[in-house]
């Protein structure tokens, strides 16, 4: 049984909304899993799966943003710690810093509000970790970019199932 269906099976007891909830704080899904599930199988109304989902993905933001630095320095101490953070770190800031150095926290937040596979709250955290942006600067750039996420997800989501049902 593929995972998706694992997680969906371990939150059934649940209720919906703190389903809608769960998923969309849980890196592998956020809100661009918890909307389609809560307006498709929960039949949550739109504006209330975007407020849930909203209000899940960005309960890991603060603790993410506060704690990756300390837990990065203890990891640090072993060699293979050292070893990853310097391999992420060096590979992360060739790759995007001359986007994060011109743009900033615009960067930051339409890196989070594109709706595709490993962008979102988790990795914005992180990214913001690796460039050293500050917690408020942070926390506003993500908390933008979840909510740019969660409308554009929301209306992708109507909209297929708009599609679905003038199909049938």
């Not at 908390?143 to 599609?163: D, E, H, K, N, Q």
């Amino acid at each position: 049984m593929p995972f998706e269906e694992q997680l969906l099976d371990a939150l059934v007891s649940v209720p919906s909304w703190l389903a809608t909830v769960v998923l969309s704080a849980l890196p592998v899904s956020e809100l661009r899993g918890a909307i389609p599930i809560a307006i498709g199988i929960y039949g949550i109304d739109p504006i209330d799966a975007y407020l849930l989902a909203i209000v899940g993905n960005m309960l890991p933001v603060i603790p993410l943003l506060l704690f990756l630095d300390p837990v990065s320095s203890f990891l640090r101490q072993f060699r293979i710690g050292d070893s990853f953070f310097t391999w992420l770190f060096t590979r992360t800031r060739q790759k995007h810093s001359q986007n994060m150095e011109r743009y900033g926290t615009l960067a930051l937040t339409l890196f989070v509000a594109i709706p595709l596979p490993v962008t979102g709250a988790w990795t914005g955290c992180a990214a913001a970790f690796v460039f050293g942006i500050k917690f408020r600067h942070a926390m506003m750039a993500i908390a933008a970019g979840v909510m740019i996420s969660g409308i554009v997800v929301t209306l992708l989501t109507l909209a297929g199932m708009g599609a679905i049902d003038l199909l049938n």
